[in-house]
């Protein structure tokens, strides 16, 4: 691969990984509770204000509303960055490792990285594994021998 579609291949995922681990937040903070994931806006867990585009954008606004919640000034978990910065160093190191055969190796192995940060932040914060997080592990595996498996010899 040409090193400049490397990296270009890198910083993509890289900044996929954030939206994904924003995703993971939202996954790390409502699984637990059986909230729904999908059909509910994102609330200061504080004042319950209605969080608009400016707050959800990932690593930004984190850094540009200083850890602190717009409208009421609560303090912002340091979590949220965390898991947003560590998936998108993880989708990134996926991208070099895997850079000449990304798919379907490296999405499989992408699905994994936002699966076992879920497990590991839920676990850490809430002590429990999920069973609606656990049982689909198995998919991205079996789907990727599905596709071939691994590269045959050149
Ligand atoms: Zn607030």
Known sequence: MEPLSLWLQVAF???VGTAVGSFLNVCIDRLPAGRPILMSRSICDTCHRLLGPRDLVPLLSYLWLRERC???HASIPPRLFLVELLTGALFAVVAL???DSLFPQGIV???YVGLLIAIFFIDLEHQLVLDKVVYPAPFPSSSYWRLGGPPGPA
């Open 109 to 111: 192995l992408l699905l």
């Open 13 to 15: 995922l890289a900044a």
């Open 97 to 99: 490792a895997f850079a």
């Open 70 to 72: 717009r409208s009421c």
